[in-house]
T-cell receptor, first 115, second 109 residues
């Protein structure tokens, strides 16, 4: 399968714990995006990488959230000291070098449940 | 700031009937506009996009959308829906993809 893959697909954790999600984009894609989606809402933009550089961060990304893409390939999204309000689906997407193609390819998401 | 409004949270359509999902946007310049579909357990899939040119764009699965600048709209249409079209549909605008809240499409047999 050459699509965007995310791991784990589902994570249940207790409030206050740290969690980390991983995203493997399509191999030739240099742009990588993280979104958050809560029930009944559309995806909300969190952050964006071009290669290893984090070029944009949403104000939704509090200081408990950090994202990295150390070698310009896979990316991780870490949430420290989780809160119940962090419960959501975290979506990763990637796109190729010619943004004018306009298509983001999404993974199936990592669902976080904070108890 | 850019924003997207999808006025209909749920829409129920009979199989074989025509469909129109509404999308209104707010954007400072000529917008990039998209429609995505999300089926249960699957990732978001691009149906179609508008960047410039012909205001009627064709997408996959028999969908089309029309960009109307005067109405700030980008409504999605399909002449005859199939049971497999039941899903969540999202309109999005801009380079960083600001999404609407989605419209849940239910297909009646």
């Amino acid at each position: 399968d050459t699509g965007v893959s995310q791991d784990p697909r589902h994570k249940i954790t207790k409030r206050g714990q740290n969690v980390t999600f991983r995203c493997d984009p399509i191999s030739e894609h240099n742009r990588l995006y993280w979104y958050r989606q809560t029930l009944g809402q559309g995806p909300e933009f969190l952050t964006y990488f071009q290669n290893e550089a984090q070029l944009e961060k949403s104000r939704l990304l509090s200081d408990r959230f950090s994202a990295e893409r150390p070698k310009g390939s896979f990316s991780t999204l870490e949430i420290q000291r989780t809160e119940q309000g962090d419960s959501a689906m975290y979506l990763c997407a990637s796109s190729g070098p010619r943004w004018s193609s306009g298509e983001l390819f999404f993974g199936e998401g990592s669902r976080l449940t904070v108890l | 700031a850019q924003s997207v409004t999808q006025p209909d949270i749920h829409i129920t359509v009979s199989e074989g009937a025509s469909l129109e999902l509404r999308c209104n946007y707010s954007y400072g310049a000529t917008p990039y506009l998209f429609w995505y579909v999300q089926s249960p357990g699957q990732g978001l899939q691009l149906l179609l996009k508008y960047f410039s040119g012909d205001t009627l764009v064709q997408g996959i699965k028999g969908f089309e959308a029309e960009f109307k600048r005067s109405q700030s709209s980008f409504n999605l249409r399909k002449p005859s829906v199939h049971w497999s079209d039941a899903a969540e549909y999202f309109c999005a605008v801009g380079a960083g993809l600001t999404f609407g809240k989605g419209t849940h499409l239910i297909i009646q047999p």
